[in-house]
């Protein structure tokens, strides 16, 4: 289920994510990254790669976006996303190169957050809730073509998302370290 049009494609509330206690000994099947503390529809995931696929959230609009990135899968997205965002987590400016790389890492967050623009030119919206209510009622074979209208569209986890769960990402991040 690494495919994000399926989860798009599921029963219509069963993509919520839930939390659990972090295991290291399993792989995200996203990001392939140790470390899975969540679950969609009993699919364990790493919280980087969970709101791809928890395409039910209530507040999903809030805490993830479409962008348009074809050359980076869901997967990479995440282990990019992973560091940009640990690196925000700087304590003190006691170090000038955490200092540096926290600040290239807005830029970078920034940067793929302006990826928005290209989703909503290409499909109309940048909205996982609008994606989420069209994909069930397209025909089979629209989607069997989404190799070249759809494989671009990535799933980003905004700032709110980490903000929300600062305390599991910490864990997840220091765990992985």
């Known amino acids: 289920m690494t495919d994000i049009i399926h989860a798009f494609r599921a029963a219509k509330g069963s993509q919520k994510v839930t939390f659990e206690t972090l295991n290291m000994q399993s792989i995200c099947p996203c990001c392939g990254m140790a470390?899975?503390?969540?679950?969609?529809?009993?699919?364990?995931?790493?919280?980087?790669?969970?709101?791809?696929?928890?395409?039910?959230?209530?507040d999903v609009d809030t805490v993830s976006v479409i962008i348009w990135l074809?050359?980076?899968?869901?997967?990479?997205?995440?282990?990019?996303?992973?560091?940009?965002?640990?690196?925000?987590?700087?304590?003190?400016?006691?170090?000038?190169?955490?200092?540096?790389?926290?600040?290239?890492?807005?830029?970078i967050l920034a940067e793929l957050e302006a990826l928005r623009s290209e989703a909503k030119r290409r499909i109309g919206t940048d909205c996982v809730s609008v994606l989420r209510k069209l994909?069930?009622?397209?025909?089979?074979?629209?989607?069997?073509q989404r190799g070249i209208h759809l494989s671009g569209l990535r799933i980003l986890p905004l700032g709110s998302w980490f903000d929300i769960h600062a305390e599991d990402f910490r864990k997840l991040i220091a765990a992985r370290n």
């Open 35 to 58: 470390g899975v503390n969540t679950s969609v529809e009993e699919q364990k995931f790493c919280m980087v790669c969970a709101p791809a696929y928890g395409v039910d959230e209530p």
């Open 70 to 107: 074809p050359h980076l899968d869901q997967g990479l997205l995440s282990r990019l996303l992973c560091s940009a965002y640990a690196a925000r987590f700087v304590s003190s400016p006691v170090c000038t190169a955490e200092v540096v790389m926290a600040s290239r890492s807005y830029d």
């Open 135 to 144: 994909i069930p009622n397209m025909p089979q074979l629209s989607l069997f």
